[in-house]
Structure formats: structure tokens, C-alpha cells
């Protein structure tokens, strides 16, 4: 065990040890013993990638996790995507040409370090965890180590008898996204057009008005906001 990452393999026996599954497992232990600010893991579905698993006090996180998704692109869906880690020390340095919409609308802001892992069974891919840091910088081969160790074992506590506690009401992982489908499937209802184009829209409108998706899908759910084709506004 490296001794400057001795927090991974204790944090994840104890979650196993839980019967609780990935809702045991704390993304600020975790983080703390990579040497990251924060950690995030999304699992994809039909609609892109679920964040389920995060510190909801890690707002700069959030922030950039939704605005890839907002996006679609980045290194979280790149690596959910591809099976690839996607390890990037310096966001700030990159070309906008590698991430056209993302890069610019994240140079003045944190995270800097950006390292993600894919998550996947054999040749399904499953999703991604992520960790993030405001200072620049790649991650020490310790912590490497220890941050594949984690998706190893994140992966393990979704996919055994454990894991399946998250799935399911007396026990669920905090679905950060869910206003979201809320909002898509109101829409499909609103304006008649399937589900896959109410959520371009949300997204569209979201990027278009600067504005974050989930705060866009909240005022749709709550008739503050009608995304017909004019895309007014009603407060």
C-alpha cells in the first residue's frame, strides 16, 4: 500500500464490509487520500452519463461535471466513452481545439487537474469516475496506483449483491441529475418530441443562456420556464 495514499484500500473494505454498497464509500476520504479536491462517479444510461456518486459540497466539481454533460464532451465522457483514462494535469493549457465548447468556458475557473477513469466490465463500459484538483499538476505514481485501486473498487461495490442496496429505495445513491429527467420527460409530453430532443433542448437552452442545466430543468418542472420554439422565459 503506498504510504502517501493509505486511506484507499481501508475506505474501500470498510464499504464492503458495510453491506452498503457505493453509498458507504466517502468521495472527500477518497479524494483526500489521492490528493484531489474532489471525486465524482457517473454511470451512463440511455440519456448520457448519471452522476451518483459525489460530495454535494464539492460545488466547483459539480459545476464542471454538469457542464460536460451539458457539453457532451470533456474528460469524463471521453473517458466513459472510449474505456481510456483520460488524464489531463492542466486543463488551462490545453488547445480549445481538443474540447472546443468546454475549454473556454472553463479557463478563469476551477478544476485545473482533471484525471478520469473509465469504468467498465469486460467490453461494457459502465461509466467513470473522476477526480478533480484546483492546482495543476499529474497525479504521483502512488496515487495512481491508489486511484485505480478505487475504480476497481467502486466498480466491485455496484456490481455485487452489495451494490445492489444503491439501486433501490430503502438505500439509494443521490441521483443528481434527476430534475433533469424530469424535466426531459415533461417536455415530451409539453411539445410532443421524443425524449432524446427534449433533452438537446434543455442542454441547448442551458448553454445558449449561460445558465446551469439542472437550475434550467428546475424552472421547466416547476412551469417557471416553457422551452417551446421561442424558448421564453415566464417568471
Known amino acids: 500500500m503506498p504510504e502517501d495514499a493509505p486511506g484507499i484500500p481501508a475506505l474501500l473494505a470498510d464499504a464492503t464490509r458495510s453491506g452498503r454498497g457505493l453509498s ?50 470533456g474528460p469524463t465522457p471521453d473517458a466513459a ?39 467498465h466490465l469486460g467490453a461494457r463500459r459502465l461509466g467513470a469516475v473522476t477526480g478533480h484538483r484546483a492546482a495543476p499538476g499529474p497525479l504521483t505514481p502512488a496515487h495512481m496506483a491508489a486511484f485505480l485501486t478505487l475504480a476497481d473498487g467502486a466498480l466491485t461495490l455496484l456490481t455485487t449483491p452489495e451494490g445492489i442496496h444503491d439501486m433501490r429505495a430503502d438505500q439509494p445513491l443521490s441521483l443528481h441529475r434527476a430534475v433533469v429527467h424530469q424535466a426531459t420527460g415533461a417536455l415530451t409530453v ?25 437550475e434550467v430543468a428546475h424552472d421547466v418542472v416547476h412551469h417557471h420556464t416553457r422551452l417551446d420554439n421561442r424558448d421564453t422565459p415566464h417568471h
Request: aromatic content about 6%; overall charge neutral.
Open 81 to 119: 466513452r472510449t474505456g481510456q483514462p483520460v488524464l489531463v494535469p492542466d486543463l488551462h493549457t490545453l488547445p480549445d481545439t481538443r474540447w472546443p465548447a468546454l475549454l473556454p468556458a472553463t479557463r478563469h475557473r476551477p478544476p485545473r487537474a482533471v484525471h478520469a477513469l473509465p469504468l
Open 190 to 214: 409539453q411539445l410532443g418530441i421524443p425524449a432524446d430532443q427534449a433533452l438537446s433542448r434543455l442542454r441547448a437552452y442551458a448553454f445558449t443562456h449561460n445558465r446551469p442545466l439542472h
Open 24 to 73: 458507504r464509500l466517502s468521495p472527500t476520504a477518497c479524494a483526500q487520500a489521492l490528493g484531489l479536491d474532489s471525486l465524482t462517479l457517473c454511470l451512463r444510461i440511455e440519456s448520457g452519463l448519471e452522476l451518483v456518486w459525489y460530495d454535494p459540497a464539492t460545488i466547483d466539481a459539480l459545476v464542471f461535471e454538469d457542464l460536460q454533460y451539458t457539453l457532451g464532451e
